[in-house]
């Protein structure tokens, strides 16, 4: 199979498919090894980019997505009926940032972290398909884990949780004071 016809049926599966494909099948379906698939979706990656198309390929973990360009939402909420905002409110975001840096996690362990209920967050990061259920954890009460989604990589930008930032051990020092002061002047009132 040449090249451009190799290039051609992943730009296939991936529109059809919708959502991310491992790349194990699709170097099946294309009868090659998985390092000449993953060169030939890294051209294509390449060219989308070099052409200023409206599409891109995203790389999430071990899998591919073919999507639009995050620039091209303007055009496309002309088009579409009311596409839904995903809307992050503090709460809910922090809330994220715990299950993201800690998954998987149980609902106990974030609202120790949190020092409330989490429940309406977690419900809405569900809702929103950013956080997903991983299993239960065996231990009395079988407690679900928590862990994000392909959709929280894609909404945030990042091909795996390994590019997540990370806090240096200062800011982790100044979050820690800042947690246990709020947590006293509630005690104190």
Do not use: W
């Not at 052409?51 to 579409?80: F, H, P, W």
């Not at 299950?99 to 569900?126: F, M, S, W």
């Amino acid at each position: 199979m040449d090249r451009r016809k190799a290039e051609a049926a992943i730009e296939a599966i991936l529109f059809a498919v919708g959502e991310s494909v491992e790349l194990e099948k699709i170097a099946k379906a294309l009868e090659l090894d998985k390092e000449t698939t993953k060169k030939l979706i890294y051209h294509m990656m390449d060219r989308y980019q070099e052409e200023d198309r409206g599409i891109q390929i995203l790389e999430l973990e071990d899998s591919y997505q073919l999507c639009t360009k995050n620039e091209m939402y303007e055009y496309l909420i002309k088009v579409a009926k009311q596409p839904r905002k995903i809307v992050l409110t503090d709460v809910v975001m922090e809330t994220l940032s715990i299950i993201a840096y800690k998954q998987p996690i149980t609902k106990l362990e974030i609202e120790k972290i949190r020092g409330v209920k989490c429940d309406h967050a977690i419900n809405k990061l569900i809702e929103y398909d950013l956080v997903t259920e991983l299993g239960r954890l065996d231990a009395p009460g079988r407690p679900i884990l928590f862990g994000t989604t392909e959709a929280f990589l894609r909404h945030f930008g990042v091909a795996s949780l390994d590019d997540l930032p990370s806090l240096n051990p200062v800011q982790m020092e100044d979050f820690k004071a800042e947690a246990e002061e709020e947590i006293q002047m509630k005690l104190d009132v």
